[in-house]
Structure formats: C-alpha cells, structure tokens
C-alpha cells in the first residue's frame, strides 16, 4: 500500500507539475489550481482516503501528502511569477507610446508651432516700414501721471479735450493723479525730456505701445487697443515733411495703390492738426459701405508740434520744429485684412488667429 501510495503521490506530483508548465496565462493557472488543489481534487480525494489507512501509516501517508501539496503550490506561484513577468511584458509593448512619432504627426503638423498674434505681426510690419525709413523704435510705460498722459501734451485739467479720452485711473498717490495712458502721446514727452537732458537732438522716433480707454468695445473699438505714436524733431521741419512722411509710410504699408490725405482737425498739442486718411482699402478709393461712401477711411492724427508742447519739456520752439503722428495699430490690421469686427483680435478663437 506504502509503495502503491508513493507511486500514486509520484503520478499526482507529476500530473500536476505537467498541467502547470502547460498553463499559458495567469487565467488558465487560476483554473489549474483550481483543479489541483480544490475541493474536488485528486489531492484531496487522497487527503480524504487517509482516513481508511491504518494510524501508523496514516501519518506517514499525511506527512507525504503534506510535502507533495506544498511542492504543487511552490510550482504554481513560481508560475504565477513567471506568467506575469511574461504578460506585463506584453502590456507595456502594447501600451508603448513612440514619442518621436507623435511629435512629428500631430504636434507638428496638426497643432502646428504656434506663430505671433496679428497684432504683434503688425506691429513690427509697422515698425520695419519706419526703421527702413529712418526712424528709431521707442517705447514708455503703459501707466502714466496726468502730466505725462495730458498736462504737457497742452491739456491742462477741465481743459475739453479730455473729454476725447475716458479714462482709466489708477488707485495710486493722490486721486486722478495717476493713470492707464490713453494714448502713445505722453512718450513723445519723455523721448523730448530724455533728448533734452542728453543734449540728442533731432529725435525721429516712433513709439508702438499699449493704451487704454474706458470704451465699450465694438466692431472698431477695444478698451485695450495699441497705436504707434511718431515723432520727428529738428531745425526747419514742415508740414510737407509731415504730409510726405505720411504718403511714404501709407503706401510703403499698405500698397502702391493706397494713398492718403490730411484733413483740418484738432488736438491740443499740434498746432496746425490733421486727420490722415487713407484710400478705403476694401473698395479701394471706389466708395463702400465701410468707408461710408467716401473712398476714404480715417486711421489717426497728426500735426506740427504745438510750441506749448515743446515749452513742457525745454525745447526753444525758435529754434527746432517738428511733427507728431499717431493711429491704431489694431486698426491697421483691420484695415489691411478686411477685419469686419475688431474684436475677433482679443477672443483667441484659433481658427482666426491660424489664418495670418
Ligand atoms: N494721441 C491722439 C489720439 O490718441 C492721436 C494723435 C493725434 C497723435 C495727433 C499725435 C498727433 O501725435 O499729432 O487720439
């Protein structure tokens, strides 16, 4: 019975061990051991048969049985082990991610590598016209004291033309006495200061920046808005260096076919002062809905330089003249493009912005 029974615990060990090499998943191992060490298995039909057997031997026989169970269980969990090494293997293949390739099919192509907003773009069109013209790039600080932003500019405090500006104030010093500038003006102040103190004149300046107004934006305001400011001082300038300055630029920027006029007008710190306006560049001079019929569109101001002006920051209006120009960058961009409504410029809806 002994030798039979050691046969029989052979066999069993043997069958056993066969059936977990043969197990090619974790699944199918769960199932084997299930079937190996279960309720309705041989092991534990021999266990049970223990009973039958004389004590002496029963011992004996358990303690075997005993050594084959755990030698069964000792293969299943190195089988287990095995298996999983296999299938995590297999996962992380699968899950593998090619970087490279997701870099150059839809990172590069599909979302594309971002480029300048329109409005930065021109800027610096607007920029390189004038530098090829001979003019520097300055820049001042988007807040302002009353003087810089109005006092010097020849608009004293209650004086009217404030009422052209609606502005933004800022919670600093004094009330009312500091704010957002409402215009790129106040920088041709600080470049005539600044020139003055260094002994640098002539200036020929332009000055593209940020500025701000308490509007309601529509389709040709924003509350935030850029302009470029220009400023050109020295001995002997005229008004015909003004208007030629004026064409030069316009159709430089704009095309050959686009020309401009100066129109009277008025600002406190240009003495005489224009409005310049260009040829309509959607009906291109023919006459339309945008520019009203007229052939024309208005894209800033412009003057000589009023001698109160130049009396602000030490300048001798007997010695130097010159002449200030300023208009909306945002506009130009409007202009050029065919903008219908200015405010697509600040939504940040990509399929806008990707066309330019
Ligand atoms: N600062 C004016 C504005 O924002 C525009 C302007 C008009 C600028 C005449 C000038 C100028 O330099 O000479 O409405």
């Given at each position: 019975m002994s030798t039979a029974g050691t046969l029989d615990h052979a066999e069993l060990e043997a069958s056993a061990r066969a059936q977990i090499a043969g197990a090619s998943s974790t699944e199918q191992l769960t199932a084997v051991e299930q079937a190996l060490?279960?309720?309705?298995?041989a092991l534990k039909a021999a266990k049970q048969g223990l009973?039958?057997?004389p004590p002496e031997e029963r011992r004996e026989a358990g303690a075997v049985l005993q050594e084959v169970q755990h030698r069964i269980e000792g293969a299943l969990e190195e089988r287990s082990r095995e298996l999983a090494a296999v299938e995590r293997a297999a996962l992380l293949a699968d899950d593998r991610l090619d970087l490279t390739e997701v870099v150059a099919?839809?990172?590069?192509?599909?979302?594309?590598r971002g480029h300048l907003h329109l409005v930065t773009q021109t800027r610096d069109a607007l920029e390189d016209v004038f530098v090829a013209m001979g003019f520097v790039v300055a820049e001042g600080p988007e807040a302002e004291t009353d003087w810089y932003n109005f006092e010097a500019l020849n608009i004293p405090p209650a004086h009217p033309a404030r009422g052209m500006y609606d502005t933004f104030y800022l919670d600093l010093g004094e009330p009312e006495t500091v704010v957002l500038r409402t215009h790129t003006s106040p920088v041709q102040i600080h470049l005539m200061e600044e020139a003055v103190a260094a002994a640098r004149l002539p200036i020929h300046a332009v000055m593209p920046g940020r500025c701000f107004r308490r509007d309601t934006p529509d389709a040709r305001h924003l509350a935030v808005f850029h302009q470029i400011e220009g400023l050109v001082v020295d001995r002997g300038i005229t008004f015909a260096d003004l208007a030629g300055t004026i064409e030069t630029f316009t159709s430089a920027y704009f095309g050959p076919d686009i020309h401009s006029r100066l129109r009277p007008a008025y600002f406190p710190f240009t003495e005489p002062s224009a409005e310049f306006e260009i040829t309509c560049t959607i009906c291109r001079g023919a006459g339309c809905r945008t520019c009203s019929g007229t052939g024309w569109i208005e894209l800033g101001g412009c003057g000589m330089v009023d001698p109160a002006v130049f009396e602000a920051v030490g300048i001798d209006p007997e010695q130097f003249s010159g002449f200030a120009f300023g208009f909306g960058i945002d506009r130009c961009a409007q202009m050029r493009h065919g903008i219908a409504d200015m405010r697509v410029l600040i939504e940040n809806d990509i399929r806008f912005l990707e066309q330019f």
């Open positions: 060490l279960g309720k309705r298995s009973g039958g057997l099919s839809q990172v590069l192509s599909s979302l594309g």
